[in-house]
């Protein structure tokens, strides 16, 4: 459904300079924003995704740093391995252990943990104070 049908108008009633407004201020339609929400919405993997910002982490550490528990971040760790935000990595050597950090799609999610930061500071302190 497009941000015309939406809202209601007809999209014989747009003019163009009205056309060009909308086509240089927001994208065509949400599909993209709706896609990569349903890749990284969740809370869990939100949490996890910029907590591996700080570097590669072992199962453990993330379990202690995020407060989820066990069978949730084994959940969230597979499904963002499948989706190709993070990389797993195994040592076997004694003690075993496993490893997990962000690939490069992964790490591209920086400067959007940053816009948010900044978001929420700015909109956000009122509801703190």
Not at 3 to 25: C, K, V, Y
Not at 79 to 104: K, N
Not at 115 to 120: F, G, L
Request: some cysteine; charged content about 30%; aromatic content about 6%.
């Amino acid at each position: 459904m497009s941000s015309q049908e939406l809202a209601g108008s007809d999209p014989a009633e747009t003019t163009d300079a009205e056309s060009e407004t909308e086509s240089s201020s927001a994208p065509a339609s949400a599909c993209p924003v709706v896609d990569s929400l349903e890749q990284i919405g969740s809370r869990w993997r939100l949490v996890v995704l910029h907590e591996l910002l700080n570097g590669e982490s072992r199962f453990n550490e993330l379990k202690r740093e995020t407060d989820a528990n066990a069978r949730t971040l084994s959940r969230v760790l597979d499904d963002l391995q499948e989706t190709g935000f993070v990389d797993r990595r195994l040592e076997e050597e004694s003690p075993v252990a496993t490893y997990y950090s962000l690939t490069p799609k992964g790490e591209s999610l920086a400067p959007v943990f940053e816009e948010i930061d900044e978001w929420a500071h700015e909109w956000l302190a009122e509801c703190s104070g």
